[in-house]
């Protein structure tokens, strides 16, 4: 079982930028290596849409809408999982959530939300015009 807890995310004008932050803790000896994990947002009134996900070490994937805007990563070390976020666009306001899951190493899966199982509390991220 895994813990994830996020931080970052604000108000930011069109073009600025942010990074988002989710720090995944292992619970009962678990270990978040062996989970995919991915970013996710929501607007109300809409599902829930994958943004971008690193299944493993050296793969990502991202939604056409942020290709070339945002940035996936992650540092074992520090068992963290991040999202830059650059050039942001009014339409990217949402909630934003990292989860980790088990998936496969496929873009159809690994931006499919029902694929992930732990979740993020959740943080705001509003860019105006």
């Known amino acids: 079982r895994l813990q994830l807890v996020q931080s970052g995310g604000g108000s930011v004008e069109a073009g600025g930028s942010l990074r988002l932050s989710c720090s995944v803790s292992?619970?009962?000896?678990?270990?978040?290596?062996?989970?995919?994990l991915g970013w996710f947002r929501q607007v109300s009134g809409k599902r829930r849409e994958g943004v971008a996900a690193v299944p493993t070490d050296g793969l990502t994937f991202y939604a056409a809408s942020v290709k070339g805007r945002f940035t996936i990563s992650r540092d074992n070390a520090k068992n963290t999982l991040y999202l830059q976020m650059n050039n942001l666009k009014p339409e990217d306001t949402a909630m934003y959530y990292c989860?980790?899951?088990?998936?496969?190493?496929?873009?159809?899966?690994?931006?499919?939300?029902?694929?992930?199982?732990?979740w993020g509390q959740g943080t705001q991220v509003t860019v105006s015009s």
């Open positions: 292992a619970i009962d000896e678990d270990n978040y290596m062996r989970y995919a």
């Open positions: 989860a980790a899951g088990s998936v496969r190493w496929l873009p159809s899966q690994a931006l499919d939300p029902i694929r992930y199982n732990y």
